[in-house]
């Protein structure tokens, strides 16, 4: 058997990190006594694992904070069966949807405090995913972004071009 052979029969030997984020989220609402559709959204990037829709019986599970605990959970299980970081999103009844409407409204805030003069606007901290979608946003705005902080205190500071 050749070195290639035993990594492909080991690529198919290890389970899906979806599949394991799936069945660990299918597990919890089991045990919460919730019902919810969950669907693997699969990029070269990252997973997404989408569990149940805006306005859904999971919407009490939509706050950011939830999302946030519930998605770290998810790639703490998925790290201990593989072995390897998870960079796995939970979306959870509509909620990346939700924080994409509010960082939208972060950046448009921003822009007019430049526009108004300020030569930096400090964002509340955020996970570094949110982070790459307002670097987009503010650079789609004609700004400039930079992170700043470590750590849970990690955030974006926009300033003019």
Known sequence: M??????????????????????????LLDIADLDGDIEIEQTDARTTIVVGEAGDALAGLAEPEAVTALQELTRLAVQQQTGEFSRLVLDVAGSRDARAERLQE??????????????????EPMSSYERKLVHDLVRERGLASESEGEGPDRHIVVLPA
């Open 2 to 27: 050749t070195e290639q052979d035993t990594a492909e029969r080991d690529a198919q030997a290890q389970p899906d990190e979806g599949d394991i984020a799936a069945d660990y989220i299918e597990a």
């Open 106 to 123: 972060l950046v448009d805030h921003a822009a007019t405090s430049i526009e108004a003069g300020a030569d930096r606007v400090a964002l």
